[in-house]
T-cell receptor
Framework: AQTVTQSQPEMSVQEAETVTLSCTYD???????LFWYKQPPSRQMILVIR??????QNATENRFSVNFQKAAKSFSLKISDSQLGDTAMYFC?????????????FGKGTLLTVNP | NAGVTQTPKFRVLKTGQSMTLLCAQD?????MYWYRQDPGMGLRLIHY???????AKGEVPDGYNVSRLKKQNFLLGLESAAPSQTSVYFC?????????????FGSGTRLTVV
């Protein structure tokens, strides 16, 4: 079974600064996918970034990037130039590839507050 | 381009009452999922379906039943609601290995059981 751990229940950052959210995971599979989802107060689940485990290059999407350390089973999210609209709950998630049900396993979330 | 639609968006139930949450998707996705979100617990999988007519238990299935009679609909039922089922419920769908690009989520149902 997969597990995803987010050890920071809450974080805060000043506008325009950089913040890193931590995530570790555990899986016995060799190939899998990792995700960061954002949930603003609207409650909508928004995919921020994804990483394929067999790709060593870290994924980036504009101000969002990840630090993927496969051996350490670590998948942190870096948000650069933080904006007020980044205030949200952030969930780390994983899915094993090659399975038949494509179930996503989520961490408990990190509430990020961006202060003006 | 509705995607995944959940009804209702909000509901208050009394303990012991029953209700059904409806999830409808218009993307012809095979896979559908019901999650519950509770503070400090993240999203936990209740039940899921890998195709029309199929259902399977997830991580926290007790107290819930599901049905997938039509491919586009996935129903979550509470036969006798309990306060512990107060939560936000999310439905999601995916098309096979397109799940590796993420799910399509509904906007959630906030259920309060008093």
């Amino acid at each position: 079974a997969q597990t995803v751990t987010q050890s920071q229940p809450e974080m805060s950052v000043q506008e325009a600064e950089t913040v890193t959210l931590s995530c570790t995971y555990d899986t016995s599979e060799n190939n899998y996918y990792l995700f960061w989802y954002k949930q603003p107060p609207s409650r909508q689940m928004i995919l921020v970034i994804r990483q394929e485990a067999y790709k060593q290059q870290n994924a980036t999407e504009n101000r969002f990037s990840v630090n993927f350390q496969k051996a350490a089973k670590s998948f942190s999210l870096k948000i650069s130039d933080s904006q007020l609209g980044d205030t949200a709950m952030y969930f780390c998630a994983s899915v094993n590839s090659g399975g038949s049900n494509y179930k996503l396993t989520f961490g408990k979330g990190t509430l990020l507050t961006v202060n003006p | 381009n509705a995607g995944v639609t959940q009804t209702p968006k909000f509901r208050v139930l009394k303990t012991g009452q029953s209700m059904t949450l409806l999830c409808a998707q218009d993307m012809n996705h095979e896979y559908m999922y019901w999650y519950r979100q509770d503070p400090g617990m993240g999203l936990r999988l209740i039940h899921y379906s890998v195709g029309e007519g199929t259902t399977a238990k997830g991580e926290v299935p007790d107290g819930y039943n599901v049905s997938r009679l039509k491919k586009q609909n996935f129903l979550l039922g509470l036969e006798s609601a309990a306060p512990s089922q107060t939560s936000v419920y999310f439905c999601a769908s995916s098309q096979g290995d397109r799940a590796y690009y993420g799910y399509t989520f509904g906007s959630g149902t906030r259920l309060t059981v008093v």
